[in-house]
Each structure stands twice: as structure tokens, then as C-alpha cells.
């Protein structure tokens, strides 16, 4: 054990770590140390003979399990950005484990006892605040993982969590099985046909990146499946790569998920009913802001309406343009993209060739870094001679004034060996030390951007950039966390909370002075011409009801499915089409995400029950938004301040409500949030989340 890198102190810099050193078969042992450790230190706490108080309970809680939290978040990390089947086999193998000692932490009797103690006293103990919201939130933790079960319920409720884990780890393998085996690849010019320039760099990067030479091949990643979509020419060819994308995890085999998903919708109901609740659905949002199904339901639903009222109003507009050039006039799935990009620049002269040169990547990172100096004072070094996991990941120090805040590393282009999405994670949480200081969070943001060939810049769309500064909002609600307790630190936050930094951070992006500064060419330095912003601006709003219907589908399917009261889990297929049907989706439009392959859903329980917050918190990041635009500028510094002070950086230390209203002055209104996406005509009454 002593050559195990992972349980030696990380003398590196920062304690970033020692990515250089670490080999898959170095994660069992250390593993199993870790375990080891926490349980050692937990039982003290449990055992320990003075009356519990706050230190040497709550606060001694907070603290244990540092050396898992350390080998657990570089190796999900790396599972997720980095993996090989190494990696894969031990995920597999450890996730019985890791979910087996939660269970075990949490259902300790004598450490419960302690816990409960100490909430039951809280309000004479003259704790802080902050100690009060965390002695709050841990108590709720035990309660929601089975902590005031009988001893028959306990037993069976570790089953279920252990399975689950197990579940959740296959389900997310197989649908990076299934991305990662798809090439369609692009022989001759005819295959090629209406690809522009950038489109057919990435696919020949793509190919060349998996070995094959003088070729084209277009991956079910994102950032190539969306723009093939958008521009090929050959109808055949959409089709072939739209059915390869809608039916990741449906294949018989040893990668389907059909199963894996109905036996986790089994478990989960057991779940829910042995805490009580009549559906997951339930159990869920028990601790969320929306709290009941009924809140949930009434936003999705009241934007449902005008969405589908827009989208029929899209479909006839792209049946009238494909009769006009001769195009077969009943849409499909896969010709929408194609038909309204034509559009888009027919009404609007916006070509996504002609845009992207303004956004190479390394001018939108700069834009990004340039507004969280403007906002939080904050200054991204690059330091070149760090290195990371894959020689890709940039690594930066974060300061402000002079001192050093965290550290953020930036993984931005796709891969096999990294699953699709984008997403924001953690290497190390911010904290406060025994002696008050500051423990420094190393922040990583990942996307699946398509890389330039050698010697060329990587260009993104509108979308891709709008990608970035989210993840980079979340990047900064984890480096701007100032609380003295991991457990509250951050992106610890209720879940329909947690995506307000990330799309509020969005907004940004669209300021002219942004653009101005920031959107130049990549070849000749020449900023973006106003009148293109003004096209862009002008078509912002556009095919808004394809793009609503699509989350909103996925949005609810998601709620259909976990307030199902049976207790065997659905043929996911079938429920997904009737559902799909009773709600009226056209076939055209489709969803976001269907359920064989949805990673939020299935992956892991964080979204699931909950993939309605990005609605619900685009309620509240239009609204907060809106602050910045009654003060009359995009970067006024007091509205900046009550930004940081009441969202970026209090993590979970402030009830959500209370932490918006702070900020805001008042509750949430969704006109701002119907505003943006063009679908306020007709809405006369003011729904706020509850």
C-alpha cells in the first residue's frame, strides 16, 4: 500500500492529483483503505462517550471520509471523462461497496441517536446559521436513507440502494457502449453533400482520431450528430444517423437497457413506499423548492400549451418550405433540423458556417474567464505545466486580488473514452480548515466539443458557446463557495436550485459588449459585424417550439414514469410511446432524450424525478437576470455583489427561497422566462414556482 499514490499525501501542486501515476488497479486497494478509514472514524463519533454537540458530531461528520471523498471524486471523474475497461471493471465492482457503506454510515443507531439529539435541540444550542442549516441537511440525510426504518426495513433498504448502484453504473457503460461503436462514415463527395467546411473538419478529426485515414466519420457525439443533422443533403443518411442516436440502449444484447431501467423503476418504488410514499415521483420532491408533483406538473403543463402551439405553427411553415424546393413534404424527425436551418436563413440570412468563425473556442474560454472578472473579480491563470488527465485538460489557478481561490481544469472536446453531455464536477469541494481557513475547491467543467483538425481552431455554434458558459456557471458556483462546511459547499444545493448559477450565467454571452470584445474571427481578428448580432438576436427566438416541445417531452415523460404507483417497474418503451402519445408529441419533434438512453434518468438518481429544473430554474435565471437589466448594465457591481454573496457563493447554507429573495428583493415570475423563449403571447396569468 505504501506505492499506492492514491493514499499517500498528494505533495503535488495544490494537491491536485497525481494523475501521472495513477493506474486503474491502484483504485481497489485505496478503495478499500478509504472505507476502512471513515468507518473507523464514524464509529468513534457514534461511540464517543460526552453528550453529543455540535463539533464532535456534526461538524466531526462533515469532517470524516476525506481520503474517500478524495480517491471517489478523482476516479468518477476519470470514469467519466477518461475510462477503459479497467476503469469500467472497477466501477463495477466497487459500486456494491460504496453504496453498502452509505448505507451503513447512515443507518448507524448509535450515530442516528447523536444526530437526532442535536436536531431536536437546535434552536437552544446557539449555533450559527450556518451550523444550524447544516445540522438541518444532515439530519434530513439519515432520515432520507433509511435512518428511522425498523431493523427488517434497514436491511432490505441497503439491498435496494446496493442494486441500484449496480444498475445505475451498467446503465451508464451500456450507452457509452453504444456511442462509442457507431461510426457512419462519409465515403465520397456525395456523402459529403451540403456538409460545410467545419462539419466536415470534425468528421475527418474523428476519423483520423480512430485510425483511419483520408476518411470522414460522424460520431453519436452531439457535436456531430446536430450539425449533420442540420446541413447533409443525403435524406438516407440523416435517417441512418438519427435512428443510430434515438436508439442508443435499445439493442438486444449485453448493452440493452430496457431491462436495466425496469428493474431500477422496481426498486425504486420499493424505495419510496418504505419511506412512505406512494411513488418516487414523491419521495423526490419531498426535498426540492417545487416540493409536490402538483407545482411540477402545472409549470410544465402551463408551457406546454404555447410551445405546441408554435411548433404546429413550425411544422406548417417547413412542410410549405419543402413543397417549395421540392423536398418530400411529410416531416420527419430526422429532415426537421435540415428543413428549419433552411429557413433560419432564408428569413433571418443567419448561416451557422458564416457564425462559427466568430466563435473559436479559445475566444469564447477568454469571454467567459473576461465576465467572471467583470462580475467577481477573478483572474484565470493558465498553468501550462500542470498537467491533467489527458493532454487536452487545461489547468488554471483562480485568484482573486491576490488570492488564490481554486483551481479549475477545462476539458472541452469529445472522445471515446469520455460519455456525452457536459457537465461540471469536483475534485476537491471548498471548505474551511479547523483554524478558519479556506480549503481551495478544484472545479473541472466538461464538453463534448468537436475538435479541429491539427493546426486549425475549434469553432463553435451559438449552441455550443451558450453550452460552455453554462458549465462555466456551475464551474463558478463551485470556486465562488465561501461556507465552512463540505456538506453545504457549493453545488450542494437542492436540485431544482443548482441550475440557477449555470443558466443564469448564459445571459452573458448574449451582451453586445461581450460579443463585441470577444466574437472575433479566428482568421482575421475582425469583430462580429453588428448586423449580424441583429440577425442572430433576430432569430434567437426562432424554432422555439421544436426545442421546448423536446425538453418538455422529456420533462414530463420523466415525472409520468416515476409517479407510477405499481410496484414492478415498466416495459420503459411501451410507457414511453403511450405517454408520448397522450400528450400529443408530434412524431417530427420527438424528445431530448428517450428513455433507453437517459443518462439523468438512469445513470444515477440525481435527476431523476427531476429533470423538470432546468424549466424551473430558467423561471428564476430570467428573472434574476432581469436585475441586471433594471440596474441598466450587464456588469453593475452591486447587483454583482448581492449575485455572489446570495448564490455563488453561499452553497447550501441559506434556505433557496430565502437565498432568491435575498438577491432579488421578491419571489420569481415566469413572464421573463416566457419572454426569452418568444412564448409569452396569450399568457395572462403571473405563475411563480411554488
Known amino acids: 500500500m505504501t506505492s499506492n499514490p492514491l493514499v499517500q499525501p498528494w505533495t503535488t501542486p495544490h494537491a491536485l492529483p497525481p494523475f501521472a501515476e495513477v493506474r486503474a488497479d491502484h483504485f481497489k486497494p485505496a478503495f478499500d483503505a478509504a472505507l476502512a478509514e471513515q468507518r473507523a472514524e464514524v464509529d468513534a463519533i457514534a461511540a464517543n462517550p460526552a453528550a453529543p454537540t455540535f463539533d464532535n458530531t456534526i461538524a466531526a461528520l462533515d469532517r470524516s471520509g476525506r481520503l474517500l471523498a478524495r480517491v471517489e471524486s478523482l476516479f468518477?471523474?476519470?470514469?467519466?471523462?477518461?475510462?477503459?475497461?479497467?476503469?469500467?471493471?472497477?466501477?463495477?465492482?466497487?459500486?456494491?461497496?460504496?453504496?453498502?457503506?452509505?448505507?451503513a454510515i447512515y443507518m448507524n443507531a448509535m450515530l442516528?441517536?447523536?444526530?437526532?439529539?442535536?436536531?431536536?435541540?437546535?434552536?437552544t444550542l446557539g449555533l450559527s446559521a450556518e451550523q444550524k442549516r447544516l445540522v438541518e441537511r444532515i439530519h434530513l440525510d439519515f432520515v432520507r436513507a433509511g435512518a428511522k426504518l425498523g431493523a427488517d426495513e434497514q436491511k432490505r433498504y441497503a439491498q435496494v440502494m446496493q442494486r441500484l448502484a449496480e444498475l445505475h453504473t451498467r446503465f451508464g457503460q451500456n450507452v457509452l457502449a453504444d456511442e462509442s461503436s457507431f461510426r457512419l462514415v462519409l465515403r465520397d463527395e456525395r456523402d459529403l453533400a451540403g456538409l460545410p467546411g467545419f462539419v466536415?473538419?470534425?468528421?475527418?478529426?474523428?476519423?483520423?482520431?480512430?485510425?483511419?485515414a483520408d476518411a470522414h466519420v460522424i460520431t453519436l457525439s452531439r457535436s456531430h450528430i446536430v450539425p449533420f443533422l442540420t446541413f447533409s443533403q443525403r435524406r438516407d443518411l440523416r435517417e441512418e444517423a438519427w435512428r443510430a442516436w434515438v436508439s442508443r440502449g435499445e439493442h438486444e444484447g449485453p448493452h440493452d437497457n430496457r431491462p436495466v431501467a425496469r428493474e431500477i423503476m422496481t426498486l425504486r418504488h420499493e424505495q419510496a413506499r418504505l419511506h412512505g410514499y406512494a411513488c418516487y415521483a414523491d419521495y423526490v420532491l419531498a426535498d426540492t423548492m417545487a416540493g409536490t408533483r402538483s407545482a411540477v406538473n402545472e409549470l410544465l403543463d402551463k408551457v406546454w400549451?404555447?410551445?405546441?402551439?408554435?411548433?404546429?405553427?413550425?411544422?406548417?411553415?417547413?412542410?410549405?418550405?419543402?413543397?417549395?424546393?421540392?423536398?418530400?413534404?411529410?416531416?420527419?424527425?430526422?429532415?426537421?433540423?435540415?428543413?428549419?436551418?433552411?429557413?433560419?436563413?432564408q428569413r433571418y440570412d443567419v448561416d451557422e458556417a458564416a457564425v462559427k468563425p466568430y466563435f473559436p473556442l479559445d475566444r469564447m474560454v477568454e469571454a467567459a474567464f473576461d465576465c467572471a472578472s467583470r462580475l467577481f473579480g477573478l483572474r484565470f491563470v493558465p498553468r501550462a505545466d500542470l498537467r491533467a488527465y489527458h493532454p487536452d485538460v487545461k489547468v488554471y489557478e483562480v485568484f482573486q486580488g491576490d488570492e488564490l481561490i481554486g483551481v479549475f481544469l477545462h476539458d472541452n472536446f469529445a472522445r471515446p473514452t469520455k460519455r456525452s453531455g457536459a457537465w461540471m464536477s469536483l475534485y476537491r469541494q471548498q471548505s474551511r480548515g479547523a483554524d478558519g481557513t479556506r480549503v481551495i475547491p478544484i472545479v473541472a467543467n466538461n464538453n463534448n466539443f468537436a475538435k479541429g483538425a491539427p493546426g486549425e481552431p475549434t469553432l463553435l455554434s451559438v449552441d455550443d458557446a451558450r453550452t460552455l458558459f453554462h458549465e462555466f456557471g456551475h464551474g463558478l458556483h463551485g470556486l465562488l463557495s465561501n461556507v465552512g462546511y463540505e456538506r453545504l459547499s457549493g453545488t450542494n444545493v437542492l436540485r431544482d436550485f443548482v441550475e440557477l448559477p449555470s443558466q443564469l450565467f448564459e445571459h452573458w454571452l448574449g451582451e453586445r459588449e461581450v460579443l463585441r470584445r470577444h466574437a472575433r474571427h479566428?482568421?482575421?481578428?475582425?469583430?462580429?459585424?453588428?448586423?449580424?448580432?441583429?440577425?442572430?438576436?433576430?432569430?434567437n427566438k426562432f424554432n422555439q417550439g421544436y426545442e421546448t416541445l423536446r425538453y418538455l417531452a422529456s420533462a414530463k415523460v420523466d415525472m409520468a414514469i416515476h409517479s407510477r404507483s405499481d410496484a414492478e417497474?415498466?416495459?420503459?418503451?411501451?410507457f414511453e410511446r403511450a405517454e408520448v402519445e397522450r400528450m400529443g408529441l408530434p412524431a417530427a419533434v420527438g424528445m431530448n432524450h428517450r428513455l433507453p438512453h437517459f443518462l439523468h434518468l438512469f445513470a444515477g438518481s440525481g435527476y431523476a424525478a427531476g429533470y423538470y429544473v432546468y424549466l424551473w430554474a430558467e423561471v428564476l435565471d430570467a428573472?434574476?437576470?432581469?436585475?441586471?437589466?433594471?440596474?441598466?448594465?450587464?456588469?453593475?457591481?452591486?447587483?454583482?455583489?448581492?449575485?455572489?454573496?446570495?448564490?455563488?457563493?453561499?452553497?447550501?447554507?441559506?434556505?433557496?427561497?430565502?437565498?432568491?429573495?435575498?438577491?432579488r428583493g421578491r419571489d420569481p415570475q415566469v413572464q421573463p422566462m416566457l419572454r426569452e423563449r418568444g412564448l409569452l403571447e396569450g399568457l395572462l396569468e403571473d405563475v411563480r414556482p411554488a
Open 76 to 103: 468518477h471523474n476519470l470514469a467519466a471523462s477518461e475510462t477503459s475497461p479497467e476503469l469500467q471493471a472497477v466501477e463495477r465492482e466497487m459500486a456494491v461497496p460504496l453504496a453498502a457503506h452509505g448505507s
Open 112 to 123: 442516528f441517536k447523536r444526530v437526532d439529539a442535536l436536531h431536536a435541540q437546535r434552536e
Open 200 to 212: 466536415r473538419a470534425a468528421a475527418r478529426q474523428a476519423a483520423a482520431e480512430r485510425g483511419m
Open 305 to 345: 400549451a404555447p410551445a405546441a402551439q408554435r411548433a404546429a405553427e413550425e411544422l406548417r411553415d417547413l412542410v410549405a418550405l419543402a413543397a417549395a424546393h421540392g423536398e418530400p413534404t411529410q416531416v420527419e424527425a430526422w429532415d426537421w433540423r435540415y428543413l428549419a436551418e433552411k429557413l433560419r436563413q
Open 522 to 539: 479566428h482568421a482575421t481578428g475582425e469583430p462580429i459585424p453588428e448586423e449580424l448580432v441583429k440577425r442572430i438576436e433576430a432569430a
Open 569 to 574: 417497474g415498466p416495459d420503459i418503451v411501451a
Open 623 to 663: 428573472d434574476g437576470y432581469d436585475a441586471f437589466t433594471e440596474a441598466g448594465n450587464p456588469f453593475d457591481a452591486k447587483v454583482a455583489q448581492r449575485l455572489r454573496e446570495c448564490i455563488y457563493s453561499s452553497g447550501n447554507s441559506r434556505e433557496p427561497r430565502e437565498a432568491y429573495r435575498a438577491f
